[in-house]
C-alpha cells in the first residue's frame, strides 16, 4: 500500500471516529439541551456552541499546524474532543446547562481541527487523486451515520437518572480513540504540488477571485442549510408526535445521504466538473425544501433528510476541491483559515437561530427560509465557471509573442 494510500485511510478512520462524536451530539443534544435549559427556546443553543467551538478553534488550528505540522495538531484537537465529551457527561450528571454547553463547545474545538483532514489527504496526494482524497476521507463518516444515532439511543439511559450521560461518554471514547489513531499517522505539512517556492499574496487578493468566493459561497450555504434543518430536525420530529427512536432513524439515513455518496463524488466530479456537480447540490437541496413544506410524516421527514445529506456532500466537497486551485502551498494554512472560519461562521449562525425560527415560524418556514441561500450559491457557482470561461478565452486569443 503507497503512503499516499495509508494517509488516506488513516484520516477517514479518523473521521468516522470524530463524525461518530459529531452525530451523537447532534443526535442528543438538543433533546439534552431541552431537559436542563431554562427556557425551551435555548434547546439547541448546545448545539450551537459545537459551531461556536469550532469557530473559535478554525483559524487558530491551522495556523498552529502551519507552523507544528498536521500530526500534533489533529491529535490537540482529538483531546479536546476527549475533555469535552467528559465535561458535557458530567453536566448532565450534575443537572448543569452552563456546563453541557462549554462541553459541547470543547467537542465543536475539536472540529476546528479535525475539519482539515480533508485539505491534509489533498496534501498527501497528487493533483489527480485531489477530489477523491478530500471525497474518500469524507467517507468515513459513514461508519458515524450507523453508528451514532444507535450509540445515542442505546446509551442515554445507561446512567439513569442522568439521561444521555452516556452518550456523551462515547463522545469521550470515540474521541480518545482518533487520538491514537491520528498520533500513529504518517502525515506531513508539505502539500504536494507545483509553486511550493512562490512568494505568498495578500489575503484580500486571493479570496478576491470568483472560484475562491463560489468555493466557499458554496460549501457555506450548504452546511449552513444542512446544519439549520439537521439541528431542528429531531425537536420538530417530536413535536409532531414521531418518538426519539424514529429521530435517531431519520437522522441516522441524512448522515448516511452526507457521507455515502462521497465513495464516488470525486469520480463523479472529475467525469462531469465541479460547476455542475455543486449546482446538482443546490438542485437536491431545493427538492428537500419542498417535500419539507408538503408534510411532517415520518416519510417527508426521511426522504428530505437524506436529499439534504447528499446535497450538502455534493457543495462540501466541491467547494473545498475548487477551493485548492486558488492558492499556492505557501498560502495554503491562512487561506483555508479563513474558508473554514467563514463555514463555521455561516453554521453556528445557523445553529444559533435554528430553535427561534422553529419556535416562531415553524418546520416550514424553517426551511423555507433556506431558498435566498441557495439562489446566492447557484449564483456564486455560476459566476465562477463564467469568469474561468472569460479567462481561458482570453488566454485562447492573446497574440503569441
Known amino acids: 500500500m503507497t503512503r499516499e494510500a495509508r494517509v488516506v485511510l488513516a484520516l477517514a478512520a479518523a473521521q468516522a471516529l470524530f463524525q461518530t462524536a459529531s452525530v451523537l451530539i447532534m443526535t442528543v443534544g438538543g433533546l439534552a439541551g431541552r431537559l436542563l435549559a431554562p427556557d425551551p427556546v435555548l434547546a439547541t443553543v448546545p448545539i450551537a456552541c459545537v459551531a461556536l467551538g469550532t469557530a473559535t478553534a478554525t483559524i487558530p488550528a491551522s495556523l498552529l499546524m502551519g507552523r507544528i505540522g498536521r500530526r500534533p495538531g489533529f491529535v490537540l484537537g482529538a483531546l479536546l474532543g476527549v475533555l469535552g465529551g467528559g465535561l458535557a457527561a458530567w453536566a448532565i450528571v450534575i443537572g448543569s446547562f452552563a456546563l453541557l454547553c462549554v462541553g459541547t463547545a470543547l467537542v465543536g474545538a475539536y472540529q476546528g481541527f479535525a475539519q482539515f483532514y480533508r485539505f491534509a489527504a489533498a496534501e498527501a496526494s497528487s493533483e489527480a487523486f485531489r ?40 463522545v469521550l471514547v470515540a474521541s480518545a480513540l482518533a487520538a491514537v489513531l491520528l498520533a500513529a499517522t504518517p502525515l506531513t505539512a508539505e502539500a504536494v ?29 450548504g452546511a449552513g442549510v444542512m446544519v439549520l434543518v439537521m439541528t431542528a430536525t429531531p425537536l420538530s420530529m417530536v413535536a409532531h408526535h414521531h418518538d426519539v427512536s424514529g429521530a435517531a432513524f431519520v437522522i441516522q439515513w441524512h448522515v448516511l445521504g452526507m457521507f455515502v455518496p462521497s465513495f464516488f463524488t470525486g ?135
Open 131 to 170: 477530489s477523491r482524497a478530500i471525497s474518500l476521507v469524507l467517507a468515513g463518516g459513514v461508519v458515524a451515520a450507523v453508528a451514532g444515532p444507535h450509540l445515542g439511543a442505546m446509551t442515554r439511559d445507561l446512567f439513569d437518572p442522568a439521561t444521555y450521560a452516556g452518550s456523551f461518554l462515547v
Open 193 to 221: 504540488g507545483d509553486g511550493a517556492d512562490m512568494p505568498a499574496r495578500p489575503l484580500g487578493e486571493i479570496a478576491r477571485q470568483p472560484r475562491f468566493i463560489a468555493a466557499v459561497v458554496g460549501a457555506a450555504v
Open 267 to 401: 469520480w463523479l466530479i472529475s467525469r462531469f466538473g465541479l460547476t455542475p456537480m455543486m449546482l446538482t447540490g443546490v438542485v437536491l437541496l431545493l427538492i428537500h425544501v419542498m417535500i419539507a413544506t408538503t408534510g411532517v410524516a415520518l416519510a417527508h421527514f426521511l426522504s428530505g433528510l437524506i436529499l439534504l445529506g447528499v446535497g450538502w456532500n455534493f457543495l462540501y466537497v466541491g467547494g473545498s476541491a475548487l477551493l485548492t486551485e486558488t492558492y499556492r502551498p505557501s498560502e495554503r494554512a491562512k487561506v483555508q483559515a479563513l474558508n473554514d472560519f467563514l463555514i463555521v461562521g455561516v453554521v453556528a449562525a445557523s445553529s444559533f437561530s435554528a430553535g427561534a425560527l422553529l419556535d416562531g415560524f415553524g418546520w416550514r418556514g424553517l426551511n423555507l427560509a433556506a431558498i435566498p441561500l441557495l439562489a446566492a450559491a447557484a449564483l456564486a457557482v455560476i459566476g465562477a465557471a463564467i469568469a474561468r470561461a472569460r479567462s481561458t478565452n482570453a488566454q485562447a486569443s492573446a497574440p503569441v509573442a
